[in-house]
């Protein structure tokens, strides 16, 4: 059973989420409206994983997620928001959130969300992978090329598991697909990483996509 902390200002968004989950085999430990309750919260009790929104009165998600992967490193986060611009998306992933979801994605892909990140598997929602795909594309900067650089240096295996982390599959699915061990699936992952130079799955998936 996982412990989720929601954070939002809408109260009937929070009531919502709450009997969805509750529903669905998971623990709300707390309701915040703002970032500054969400850490009054967590000094109260712990998470497994955080549903924060971004724009709130009092202290905003961006703000909140700095704090939280500095002080519960350990605690996934997942943004849950209406808003999708590049400012939001850049900032909300670089501070570390683990998923960016919108509000409008439906119940059955915040709960696969959930269960994924706590997985170890990142999820962004198909708008918000094609704003962060243009913002690669049209990106010139030497990191970049970099990249570009070290993908030819990837093996056949390696490009093929590539190939579909781009398309999203998890571990699990990638193994299936291979006919290998998750294990082996991992150990290429990370080769993939140490070549690529880029050590987060979200990031690498977006700059395979571009």
Not at 134 to 150: F, P, R
Request: contains cysteine; proline residues 1%.
């Amino acid at each position: 059973m996982f412990r989720v902390l929601l954070v939002d200002d809408e109260t009937m968004l929070l009531d919502s989420l709450e009997i969805i989950l509750s529903l669905n085999d998971m623990e709300i430990v707390g309701k915040a409206h703002d970032g500054n309750e969400a850490l009054e919260i967590l000094t109260k009790v712990s998470c497994d994983i955080a549903l924060v929104d971004l724009n709130m009165k009092g202290m905003g998600g961006i703000e909140l997620i700095g704090h939280m992967k500095k002080l519960y490193p350990q605690t996934r986060i997942l943004v849950l928001t209406t808003f999708y611009d590049d400012a939001n998306i850049t900032n909300a992933i670089s501070g570390g959130a683990d998923g960016y979801l919108l509000k409008d994605s439906g119940k059955d892909a915040i709960l696969g969300a959930i269960r994924q990140i706590m997985g170890g598997i990142s999820v962004l929602d198909p708008k918000v992978m094609q704003r962060l795909t243009t913002l690669v594309v049209h990106s010139t900067t030497k990191e970049n090329v970099s990249e570009e650089q070290a993908y030819g240096e990837l093996t056949e295996r390696e490009r093929e598991i590539a190939s579909l982390l781009a398309e999203g599959l998890t571990n699990r699915q990638i193994a299936d697909r291979l006919y290998i061990s998750e294990g082996t699936v991992k150990n290429y992952i990370s080769a993939i990483y140490d070549k690529t130079g880029i050590h987060d799955r979200v990031k690498l998936v977006v700059a395979l996509k571009g």
